[in-house]
């Protein structure tokens, strides 16, 4: 299925769709689908790891995919200790739970980049973590990747297939139930398969669940610290937060949401001395095999479109949501013209520092593109300081920014919901207060331009 449809084309002998993802993606779909056979995969060596998918483009490793290592290692930690403390076996602390990472794609010069990178830091971010049985992974751990024509533009078909079969769903490598049925119970080759709670991640991982057929629980925040291996998710737009369980010992497939597991950097000194985790290829034939059993749906046609930083604007942006400060307009902002102040005080942070968010009220009227929409429906974002402006704070934006550091609100109207999640609010009409406020950034920075 195709998530999250932009517009379709007119009739013709495909159908054409657009979708909203960190760019305009255009795909066809041929009218008559054939039924997928499933193909078997080698698998890699079990041990109650996790498969963790990487999120990359143009040969950079997406920051959210460490934060999905981060969350498949809480969680196989906070399950282990649940089974040591019922059994008598050795301690949790002591028994490593190694982590795959998957990195897939159609390029291999990008597809070895983002490999490369996720090698020093899942190695660098294991080895240096205070507990210890993530600790113990990092000499078990690697990266494995695949590489085929369908694999590439984040296309989920081929993808979930591919994850599918890794998780033991191929035919030949289970042997049992629909969809061979492999990862639930007890012999499932990974304990966890996580993917990054983006948009990449959202597309990809409920179909190879449903390939699996395992469930999976979307857009994880924490874990239960303690020892049961439980799960919380927002729901209600975030207005409530719920905690679940898987109830057997498969699989436990999960998209983890970025800004809830924060990962820093990796400092030099601690890449330096700890070794990258090994690169190994899937063989061509073995991918191919899964590819072949996927169905034949989507093929990629073209970008189109900006960036998450875009936005009609500069290149120097960062992602949304890795940026340490957003500035977000809404509605109130009228016009392009408007908008364009948003962008313009974005800026003034500096190259790399503050990326553009939007409302989806903004989104619709078109003063901003889809990708920047922060919400419920739009990203979710926690940087160090978000500056919403001629934002009311309704429910369903709110959701996507209030674990944002420091919250900065400019509204006219001193009642608006936003200021009951501002740290700072400012009443006032955003045309006088937002030339005040980029020239005193700019000072703050020493009047660089
Ligand atoms: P408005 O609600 O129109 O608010 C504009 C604000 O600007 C007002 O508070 C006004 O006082 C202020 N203002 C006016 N003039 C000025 C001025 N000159 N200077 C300063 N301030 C001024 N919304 C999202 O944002 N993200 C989502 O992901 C999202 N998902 C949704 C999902 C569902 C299922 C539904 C039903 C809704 C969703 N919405 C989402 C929409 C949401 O309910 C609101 O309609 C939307 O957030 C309102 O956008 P806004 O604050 O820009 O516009």
Known sequence: MIFDLL??????????FTLALAQKKIYKLPRAQTAAAIASSSVP??????LVLAEHSSGQLSPATLSAVAAASQLLSSAATASSS???????????????????????????????????SVAAMLSSSANPAAAASASSSRIITAIHPRLGHGLAEGLAQLVADLCGAGSSSSGSGSNGGGSGGGNAPFAAVAAPGSTFGRNVLPRAAALASRDMVSDVI???PGNSGTLTRPVYAGAALETVAFGDGGARF????????????????????????P???????????????????????????????????????????????VVAGGRALADTAGFASIGSLADAFGPGVAAVGASRAAVDAGLAPNELQVGQTGRSVAPDLYVAVGISGAAQHVAGMRASKC????????DSPIFSVADYGLVGDWREALPKLEEAVRARRGGAK
């Open 279 to 325: 690169v190994e290829a899937l063989p061509a034939s073995e991918v191919e095999a899964a590819i072949s059993a996927a169905s034949p749906a989507a093929s990629w046609l073209g970008d189109s479109g900006g960036g998450s930083g875009g936005g009609g604007g500069s290149p120097d942006r960062p992602d949304l949501g890795a940026a340490r400060v």
């Open 86 to 120: 019922s059994s008598s076996s050795s301690p949790a602390s002591s028994r490593p739970h190694p982590i795959t990472v998957l990195v897939a794609g159609d390029d291999a010069a990008g597809v070895a980049s983002a490999a490369a990178a996720a090698a020093s």
């Open 407 to 414: 919250i900065v609100a400019i509204n006219t109207d001193g």
């Open 222 to 224: 924490a874990v239960d």
């Open 7 to 16: 517009s379709l084309s007119p009739p013709g002998p495909t159908h054409r």
């Open 254 to 277: 999960f998209t983890a949401r970025p800004s809830a597991f924060p990962v820093a950097a990796p400092d030099a000194s601690a890449s330096s001395s700890s070794p990258p985790l």
């Open 45 to 50: 060596p079990s041990g109650q790891g996790a």
